[in-house]
Protein backbone atom coordinates (compact mmCIF):
# COMPACT_ATOMS: atom_id res chain seq x y z
CA UNK A 1 0.00 0.00 0.00
CA UNK A 2 1.28 3.92 -0.40
CA UNK A 3 3.04 5.06 2.16
CA UNK A 4 3.74 8.42 4.10
CA UNK A 5 3.54 10.82 1.16
CA UNK A 6 5.19 14.38 1.32
CA UNK A 7 5.00 17.46 -0.43
CA UNK A 8 7.36 19.30 -2.13
CA UNK A 9 10.13 17.16 -2.05
CA UNK A 10 12.30 20.56 -2.16
CA UNK A 11 11.87 23.97 -1.12
CA UNK A 12 13.82 27.21 -1.74
CA UNK A 13 12.86 30.45 -0.36
CA UNK A 14 13.89 33.94 0.68
CA UNK A 15 14.56 34.40 4.26
CA UNK A 16 11.54 36.09 5.78
CA UNK A 17 9.28 33.96 3.46
CA UNK A 18 6.67 31.57 4.77
CA UNK A 19 5.97 28.34 3.98
CA UNK A 20 3.96 25.24 3.78
CA UNK A 21 4.69 21.86 4.01
CA UNK A 22 2.47 18.98 3.71
CA UNK A 23 2.16 15.02 4.75
CA UNK A 24 -0.40 12.87 3.47
CA UNK A 25 -0.03 9.41 6.55
CA UNK A 26 -0.45 6.24 5.85
CA UNK A 27 -4.77 5.32 5.20
CA UNK A 28 -5.76 4.43 8.95
CA UNK A 29 -3.07 5.87 10.76
CA UNK A 30 -4.47 7.94 13.59
CA UNK A 31 -1.22 9.36 14.52
CA UNK A 32 0.81 11.94 13.03
CA UNK A 33 4.37 13.70 13.85
CA UNK A 34 7.05 15.96 12.48
CA UNK A 35 10.53 15.70 12.81
CA UNK A 36 13.23 17.72 11.27
CA UNK A 37 17.13 17.02 10.85
CA UNK A 38 19.28 19.73 10.29
CA UNK A 39 22.41 19.60 8.56
CA UNK A 40 24.97 16.71 10.83
CA UNK A 41 22.18 16.53 13.26
CA UNK A 42 19.99 13.34 14.06
CA UNK A 43 16.04 13.85 13.96
CA UNK A 44 14.50 16.13 15.97
CA UNK A 45 10.68 15.60 17.30
CA UNK A 46 8.85 18.41 16.84
CA UNK A 47 4.89 17.63 16.85
CA UNK A 48 2.65 14.81 17.71
CA UNK A 49 -0.78 14.53 16.45
CA UNK A 50 -3.52 11.78 17.86
CA UNK A 51 -7.12 11.65 16.94
CA UNK A 52 -9.14 14.54 17.92
CA UNK A 53 -6.85 15.15 21.28
CA UNK A 54 -4.67 18.46 21.83
CA UNK A 55 -1.66 17.89 20.16
CA UNK A 56 2.15 17.69 21.67
CA UNK A 57 3.89 20.62 20.69
CA UNK A 58 6.50 20.59 22.66
CA UNK A 59 9.27 20.71 20.17
CA UNK A 60 8.54 23.26 17.84
CA UNK A 61 11.69 25.35 18.05
CA UNK A 62 9.72 29.24 17.91
CA UNK A 63 6.16 30.44 17.67
CA UNK A 64 7.11 30.63 14.29
CA UNK A 65 6.28 27.12 13.44
CA UNK A 66 2.80 25.62 13.69
CA UNK A 67 1.11 22.78 12.15
CA UNK A 68 -2.57 21.40 12.03
CA UNK A 69 -4.27 18.25 10.91
CA UNK A 70 -7.32 18.74 9.12
CA UNK A 71 -9.96 15.90 9.40
CA UNK A 72 -7.26 13.87 11.23
CA UNK A 73 -5.57 12.97 7.88
CA UNK A 74 -3.47 15.30 6.38
CA UNK A 75 -1.12 17.65 8.11
CA UNK A 76 0.48 20.96 7.12
CA UNK A 77 3.53 22.29 8.98
CA UNK A 78 3.89 26.23 8.61
CA UNK A 79 6.73 27.96 8.82
CA UNK A 80 6.26 31.62 9.32
CA UNK A 81 9.60 34.75 8.64
CA UNK A 82 11.88 31.79 7.71
CA UNK A 83 15.10 32.15 8.64
CA UNK A 84 18.19 30.56 7.31
CA UNK A 85 19.03 28.38 10.39
CA UNK A 86 14.98 27.09 9.99
CA UNK A 87 16.82 25.15 6.61
CA UNK A 88 17.09 21.64 7.29
CA UNK A 89 14.88 17.95 5.89
CA UNK A 90 11.58 17.80 7.50
CA UNK A 91 10.06 14.40 8.05
CA UNK A 92 6.68 13.40 8.68
CA UNK A 93 5.63 9.72 10.46
CA UNK A 94 2.66 7.94 11.26
CA UNK A 95 1.68 5.18 13.05
CA UNK A 96 -1.78 3.36 13.80
CA UNK A 97 -1.32 4.04 17.38
CA UNK A 98 -4.01 1.27 18.45
CA UNK A 99 -3.37 1.86 22.35
CA UNK A 100 -0.16 -0.10 21.81
CA UNK A 101 3.20 1.85 23.35
CA UNK A 102 6.10 2.38 21.57
CA UNK A 103 4.59 1.21 18.05
CA UNK A 104 6.05 1.90 14.74
CA UNK A 105 6.83 5.03 13.06
CA UNK A 106 6.36 4.91 9.34
CA UNK A 107 8.31 7.80 7.82
CA UNK A 108 7.98 9.29 4.71
CA UNK A 109 10.42 10.71 2.30
CA UNK A 110 10.85 14.39 3.70
CA UNK A 111 10.64 17.82 2.51
CA UNK A 112 13.94 19.35 2.47
CA UNK A 113 13.96 23.25 2.88
CA UNK A 114 16.91 25.93 1.62
CA UNK A 115 16.36 29.47 2.97
CA UNK A 116 18.33 31.41 1.62
CA UNK B 1 22.06 18.67 24.11
CA UNK B 2 22.01 15.26 22.49
CA UNK B 3 20.69 13.02 24.51
CA UNK B 4 21.30 10.13 22.02
CA UNK B 5 25.26 9.86 20.72
CA UNK B 6 26.27 7.52 18.00
CA UNK B 7 29.91 8.34 17.96
CA UNK B 8 30.92 6.83 14.85
CA UNK B 9 29.73 9.49 11.57
CA UNK B 10 30.94 6.21 9.04
CA UNK B 11 32.03 2.49 9.22
CA UNK B 12 33.50 0.50 6.39
CA UNK B 13 32.85 -3.00 6.41
CA UNK B 14 34.17 -6.23 4.04
CA UNK B 15 30.58 -8.30 2.71
CA UNK B 16 30.45 -11.30 5.01
CA UNK B 17 32.01 -9.42 8.25
CA UNK B 18 30.29 -8.01 11.26
CA UNK B 19 29.41 -4.64 11.41
CA UNK B 20 29.34 -2.93 14.81
CA UNK B 21 27.33 0.22 14.82
CA UNK B 22 27.37 1.78 18.57
CA UNK B 23 25.32 4.13 20.48
CA UNK B 24 25.18 5.82 23.92
CA UNK B 25 22.64 7.66 25.61
CA UNK B 26 22.84 9.91 28.61
CA UNK B 27 19.10 9.77 29.89
CA UNK B 28 17.99 7.38 32.46
CA UNK B 29 14.33 7.47 31.51
CA UNK B 30 14.91 6.38 28.27
CA UNK B 31 12.85 2.73 28.23
CA UNK B 32 12.66 1.72 24.72
CA UNK B 33 15.48 1.85 22.14
CA UNK B 34 15.31 1.48 17.91
CA UNK B 35 17.44 1.48 15.07
CA UNK B 36 16.70 2.84 11.67
CA UNK B 37 17.68 2.71 8.46
CA UNK B 38 17.87 5.21 5.83
CA UNK B 39 18.82 5.52 2.22
CA UNK B 40 19.24 8.54 0.35
CA UNK B 41 16.66 10.29 -0.61
CA UNK B 42 14.13 8.13 1.47
CA UNK B 43 12.82 8.39 4.96
CA UNK B 44 13.97 6.29 7.62
CA UNK B 45 12.67 2.58 7.85
CA UNK B 46 12.37 0.95 11.19
CA UNK B 47 15.06 -1.83 11.46
CA UNK B 48 14.77 -3.50 15.14
CA UNK B 49 13.98 -2.69 18.56
CA UNK B 50 14.97 -3.26 21.81
CA UNK B 51 12.64 -2.61 25.39
CA UNK B 52 14.72 -1.68 28.49
CA UNK B 53 13.62 -5.16 30.65
CA UNK B 54 15.97 -7.00 27.84
CA UNK B 55 19.74 -6.81 27.00
CA UNK B 56 19.00 -8.68 23.37
CA UNK B 57 16.83 -8.93 20.52
CA UNK B 58 17.46 -10.17 17.12
CA UNK B 59 15.77 -10.48 14.26
CA UNK B 60 17.92 -12.31 11.43
CA UNK B 61 20.97 -11.51 10.56
CA UNK B 62 20.15 -7.91 13.33
CA UNK B 63 21.08 -8.27 16.90
CA UNK B 64 20.36 -5.19 19.18
CA UNK B 65 22.48 -5.49 22.37
CA UNK B 66 21.45 -2.92 25.70
CA UNK B 67 23.60 -2.37 28.77
CA UNK B 68 21.76 -0.36 31.01
CA UNK B 69 24.05 0.50 33.29
CA UNK B 70 26.65 1.84 30.91
CA UNK B 71 23.62 3.23 28.77
CA UNK B 72 24.89 1.75 25.62
CA UNK B 73 23.84 -0.24 22.91
CA UNK B 74 24.90 -1.89 20.03
CA UNK B 75 23.43 -3.10 16.64
CA UNK B 76 25.36 -6.03 15.02
CA UNK B 77 24.65 -6.97 11.77
CA UNK B 78 25.83 -10.48 10.71
CA UNK B 79 26.74 -11.70 8.14
CA UNK B 80 27.11 -7.91 6.16
CA UNK B 81 25.96 -7.42 2.65
CA UNK B 82 26.02 -4.56 0.63
CA UNK B 83 22.49 -3.95 0.37
CA UNK B 84 23.00 -3.02 3.92
CA UNK B 85 24.96 0.23 3.41
CA UNK B 86 22.80 3.69 4.45
CA UNK B 87 22.85 5.58 7.16
CA UNK B 88 21.76 3.79 10.77
CA UNK B 89 20.14 6.15 13.13
CA UNK B 90 19.48 4.91 16.99
CA UNK B 91 16.47 6.31 18.69
CA UNK B 92 14.94 6.07 22.76
CA UNK B 93 12.28 7.14 23.94
CA UNK B 94 10.42 6.80 27.51
CA UNK B 95 7.03 8.90 26.14
CA UNK B 96 6.13 6.20 23.28
CA UNK B 97 5.84 8.88 20.39
CA UNK B 98 8.69 11.58 20.72
CA UNK B 99 12.08 9.93 19.35
CA UNK B 100 14.94 10.79 20.58
CA UNK B 101 17.95 10.38 17.22
CA UNK B 102 21.64 10.46 17.24
CA UNK B 103 23.41 11.96 14.43
CA UNK B 104 23.61 8.67 12.47
CA UNK B 105 26.31 6.47 11.33
CA UNK B 106 27.06 5.69 7.45
CA UNK B 107 27.64 2.22 7.43
CA UNK B 108 29.36 1.06 3.91
CA UNK B 109 29.64 -2.83 3.38
CA UNK B 110 32.44 -3.57 0.64
CA UNK B 111 31.84 -6.24 -1.36
Known amino acids: GAGVSQSPSNKVTEKGKDVELRCDPI?????LYWYRQSLGQGLEFLIYFQGNSAPDKSGLPSDRFSAERTGGSVSTLTIQRTQQEDSAVYLCASSLNQGAIKETQYFGPGTRLLVL | DQQVKQNSPSLSVQEGRISILNCDYTNSMFDYFLWYKKYPAEGPTFLISISSIKDKNEDGRFTVFLNKSAKHLSLHIVPSQPGDSAVYFCAATNSGYALNFGKGTSLLVTP
Open chain 1, 27 to 31: SGHTA
